[in-house]
Structure formats: C-alpha cells, structure tokens
C-alpha cells in the first residue's frame, strides 16, 4: 500500500512497487541517460556556437511542422500526466500536467500566428508581435508551472476533492487563463510592449531583456528542481528546462536573426524538450504495466499450484484411509 502523507513521492515499504511513474525514484541508469542527452546536447552546441549568426535559408514549413508536433506531444504528455493523478491524486501532478496544457496551448497559437507558417501574415493577431508574445506566454507559464511542482512535490499534499472533480476545475482554469491571455496578445497588441518594430528580422533591445529574464528563470527553476530533485518525474523535468534554454540565449546572445544556424538548432532543442518527458512516461509506465503483469502472473501460478498441491495432499490421505 503506497503511503499518501509521506514527506516524498517515495514508497511506503522497499516490498511494495510504485503504481505511478512519478513514485519512482530515478536510478543510476536514468541518470547515465539523462547525463548522455545532455552531453549531446552540448556536443552539438559547442562547435555551433560560432555560425548561431549564419544565415541558412528562410524554411516557412519547418516551423509549423516542427511547433505542431511540439503541440501534440505537450497535450499528450499532460493526459499521461492527469492519468498518473487519477492513480495517485497528488496536486503537484495537476500543476505540472497544467504547464503542459499551457506549453501545448501557446505552442499551437504562435504557430497560427507566426508569418508563413499556415498563412504569409499568419492566421490571427498581429504580424509582429504576437508571435512574440505568445512565445513569451509559453516560456513564462511553464516554467511557473515546473516551479509550483518543485515546490509542492515533497509536501504529499492529496486533492480533498473527488478526483474528477479536480481535474475537471484544473481545465476550466487552464482554458480560461488560456483565452484570456491569448484575446490579449491577439486583440491587445497595440497596448503592449513592441519586441518589433521594423521587420521580422531583428528585434528590439526590450526583447532582448525578455529573453535573458526568461533564461535567468528557466536556470532558477532549474536549479530549484535540481535540489529537490527525487523521482524519474524530476529527473528528466530538468533535461527538459536544459533542452528549453538554448531558445532565449540565441536570442540574447546572438542578436536575434531569425532563420540562422542558431535559430533552427534552438527549435530543434525545443523538439526535444517536448518530447523527452512524453517519450519517458510512455517507456516507464509499459515497463512498470510488464512488471505488475508478470507480478500478478506469478501470483495467479502460485496461488494455482498452491490448490494443486492441496488437492494431491487431500487425494493421498483419502487413498491412505480407504479400508483395504
């Protein structure tokens, strides 16, 4: 039986297996896995860092090709999520499973916004400016989002609420924080801060600001996770913020250019930001479903044979006592 007031997402006896990925301490072999997608990640940066200027080429498709599977994978993986919390109602699970609504949400909107994605001035909102700010709205909720986990994970705090109950209240938030944020980067622009003013080449040194705030506070939850760090779910949380990074630093450090070596590699980072909890949660909980199934299995054999060997005792002495 899992412990639901421990201090930790751990379990309540070495005997009894975890029934949700987010239970499971990290291992030696995540570590080794999380460590080797990290070093990647810099081998890859290291010998870029001095092209992250050098224009590539303008690809209109990559990026909706790119952000919508970057949708796709954020929505999926806080399903996983909110199964994980109807298993175990811990809060911590509803808030991290909400920054990846959030993440999913504003992945999608920049995408119908940003210029030759779906549209040569995109779908909705301003040309300039919107795309920005939905990236801005992005990379500021989700890292907030990763925050409030770190902070609650550890309190072992359980939902006093019905379990559908509370989910059912997380999306109605969600969605209505969503809108709202989302009427004012469409309808609201003017009544902004500009992080454009000229063209869609170069933006303004307040946009430069917003980047390294949002670098400075990627590394802040970053580094708040890293020291309370405990379960798988924790663990690959914080490749994830390291994969997200690379965004604001190409913009703050390498003047912004869109479509440049830099600009691309950064999405591609972001790809696999996305991807890399999804992939896990989906690899863990087969793991741990092969493992309860063999478990029970063995059980059902056990129990099987246990009957079988009562019956032969019962066979034996009834044998034993017939008169001869």
Request: glycine residues 6%.
């Amino acid at each position: 039986m899992l412990n639901h007031d421990t201090r930790q997402f751990t379990l309540a006896a070495d005997h009894d297996p975890p029934t949700v990925v987010a239970l499971m301490p990290y291992t030696p072999r995540h570590r080794a896995m999380a460590l080797g997608i990290v070093a990647g990640m810099l081998a890859v940066w290291a010998p870029l860092l001095p092209f992250v200027n050098l224009q590539i080429g303008r690809v209109d498709s990559f990026l909706p090709v790119v952000q919508t599977i970057m949708s796709a994978a954020d929505l999926l993986t806080a399903t996983l999520l909110f199964a994980q919390y109807t298993v175990q109602p811990h809060r911590a699970l509803l808030v991290v499973a909400t920054g990846y609504i959030f993440a999913g949400a504003f992945a999608l909107l920049q995408t119908l916004t940003f210029p030759g994605s779906y549209a040569p001035n995109g779908l909705i909102g301003d040309v300039y400016n919107t795309p920005a700010w939905f990236f801005v709205l992005w990379y500021t909720t989700f890292p907030l989002s990763i925050l409030g986990y770190a902070l609650l994970k550890d309190t072992g705090k359980i939902s006093s609420r019905s379990i559908r109950t509370s989910i059912a209240i997380t999306l109605i938030c969600v969605s209505g924080a969503i809108t709202l944020l989302s009427w004012l980067a469409i309808s609201q622009t003017e009544h902004l801060p500009k992080f454009f003013t000229t063209g869609l080449m170069r933006q303004t040194p307040l946009s430069n600001q917003f980047n390294v705030g949002l670098t400075i506070l990627g590394c802040l939850v970053l580094l708040v996770l890293f020291v309370r760090r405990r379960t798988v779910l924790d663990l690959w949380l914080m490749v994830t913020l390291f994969a997200a990074i690379p965004n604001f630093l190409v913009a703050a450090y390498a003047g912004a250019d869109r479509f440049s070596a830099g600009w691309y590699t950064a999405r591609g980072f972001a790809l696999i930001a996305s991807c890399i909890l999804l992939s896990v949660l989906v690899i863990e909980m087969t793991v741990l479903y092969s493992r309860l199934a063999n478990a029970l299995m063995m059980q059902r054999r056990e129990h099987a044979n246990r009957f079988v060997s009562i019956d032969a005792a019962t066979a034996a002495i009834a044998h034993e006592s017939t008169p001869r």
